[in-house]
């Protein structure tokens, strides 16, 4: 079985690559896993998830619903109970990089 922390892992760093604004590295990861693109322009991109599910992305989606996004494209519906923490730890993530911008910006 497939440990649900290491999903959560890729699906956190990947949401905030995502959210960077880097849609082209977001979808060429999405099809290595088995997604179909259906349309892509330099700033969004539609895709069929491996779970069926069409989403859509584009840059400048916040972390949140970029993983949001991610999941219901690999997992489906059960995604929450597949990643419970993914929410969690995604707006850690936000928060920790966020602090180190404003760090970085007072140094």
């Known amino acids: 079985m497939i440990d649900p922390s ?5 699906l ?6 995502l959210a960077r604004g880097d849609v082209a590295d977001t979808v060429r ?3 290595q896993l088995g997604c179909t693109v259906i ?8 895709v069929r998830g491996t779970s069926g599910i069409m989403v859509g ?3 400048g989606t916040d972390p949140v619903n970029a993983a949001v996004t991610l999941a219901f494209a690999l997992i ?19 928060r920790d990089e966020a602090r180190a911008r404003k760090e970085k910006a007072h140094a």
């Open 6 to 10: 290491a999903i959560t892992d890729r």
């Open 12 to 17: 956190v760093e990947r949401a905030m690559i």
């Open 29 to 31: 990861w999405l099809e």
């Open 39 to 46: 349309r892509q322009t330099d700033d969004d991109a539609a």
């Open 57 to 59: 992305m584009s840059r």
């Open 76 to 94: 489906g519906e059960p995604w929450p109970f597949v990643t419970p923490e993914l929410l969690k730890r995604v707006n850690k993530a936000w």
